[in-house]
């Protein structure tokens, strides 16, 4: 077995079993059955320890992107760790309340808000709307005004930098549909001044997702930090800086800058301005602190390419085929078996259908794999595309294995499907 990856913190190789913390991947797999999410606690209150080192003494919010991974369990250990959250829905809002996380801390990001939606966050008293246009801005003012109620909000700015990364998470070029120009920010921000209903809190801005450089986001930076000192020169003061999320992680072989090192960067530009400082990190949290338990289900050999197919598919994990995401795959046990070069793909019908490409692994069928890195934006993203009943997922604290999702039950899936009665209730004529 080649097990010379540098494993992601809360997992570890001893005499080539796979480990998540001081549980064995495969006494997890045979407990709790696969296809399996398991997380490591260790590992994201580190992660999340991490960012706050990295603020040292600076006043700071760390919000937690909800969308990497928004299983209430996971909410509620970093709420308990004093995290607020970056919401894009209603629904994660309710997520976040669900986890008993404080409304005072969340921010609601997103270009498409609905009435109910601002409405629930309203009453629940977020801290903020990073709000994406002009209309959107009219929404909030007229449902404020409605409930009686003030809206907090900051404008997010589009800076038009290249964020480097895969252009379907790219998120900061003046041709995303993402935020709105400085010109428009500053319009937007008088009218807010000018009402009633609407306060001016911060500004916000987040260019793409997995990040390996600094200087995307100092380029943004300075953006803000330009705009900031333009509108106080018009009387507008605000308090926040929102710098986004989207610093990326190790998946393969990629050099990450560290969150101590973004941050100190970010801080060489801000400092003077005496403003909080708030990041809403997702991948970075979570990412490296899960994994994707699968068994090989068959070994099929073809003429030009052998197959590993196993029992989680893109329903499970849909990043290698929608991105063409690279997730380690390793064996979780020693094994005799000669490696070969496979493509590990998974049961459902399409052709997309892979977790990885080319990969030399020694196995044979019903043996464990593990997918590394399916921390963030993996059950997130899971379905149930082909009438597959989506995993369950594990949180594992030293000995401790929680199940903090249970396996979806196939009878689930159409639980809220009808069978109207019309339907073949007149005899056939022919
Ligand atoms: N804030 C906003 C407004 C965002 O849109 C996102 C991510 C984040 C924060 C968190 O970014 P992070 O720190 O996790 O990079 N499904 C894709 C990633 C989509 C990211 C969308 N927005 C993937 O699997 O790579």
Known sequence: MSHDHNMPDGF????????????????????????????????ITDAFAEWTEAFGGAEHLICFAVKANSNIAI????????????????GELRRVLAAGGDAGKVVFSGVGKSAAEIELALTAGIRCFNVESASELALIERIARNLNKVAPISIRLN????????????????????????????????TAHESDVLLPVGIDCH???????????????????????????????????????????????????SAKVLITSVRDQLDDLSMELMIEPGRSIVGNAGALLTRVMVIKEGETKDFAVVDAAMNDLLRPALYSAWQTIIETAPSSVQTRVYDVVGPVCETGDFLGKDRELGITEGDLLAVLGAGAYSFTMSSN????????????????????????????????????????????DD
């Open 12 to 43: 570890s190789v001893r005499e080539g079993s796979l480990f998540c913390e001081a549980v064995s991947a495969d006494s997890l797999a045979q407990r709790f059955a696969t296809p399996l999410y398991v997380y490591s606690q260790t590992a």
């Open 75 to 90: 909410l509620k250990l970093l709420a308990s760790l004093g995290s607020g959250f970056d919401i894009v829905s209603g």
């Open 159 to 190: 800076p038009d930098v290249d964020a480097k990364t895969h252009p379907y998470i790219s998120t900061g070029l003046k041709e995303n549909k993402f935020g709105v120009d400085a010109e428009v920010a500053r319009a937007l921000y008088r």
């Open 207 to 257: 260019i793409g997702s997995q990040l390996t450089e600094i200087e995307p986001f100092i380029d943004s930076v300075k953006h803000l930090k330009n705009l900031v000192l333009d509108l106080r020169s018009s009387g507008i003061e605000l308090q926040h800086i929102d710098i986004g999320g989207g610093l990326g992680i190790r998946y393969r072989d990629e050099e990450v800058p």
């Open 385 to 428: 595309y082909n009438s597959r009943p989506r995993a369950a997922e594990i949180l594992v604290s030293g000995t401790d294995a929680h199940v903090i999702r249970k396996r979806e039950r196939v009878e689930d899936l159409w639980a809220d499907e009808c069978l109207p009665e019309h339907i073949g209730s007149q005899a056939h």
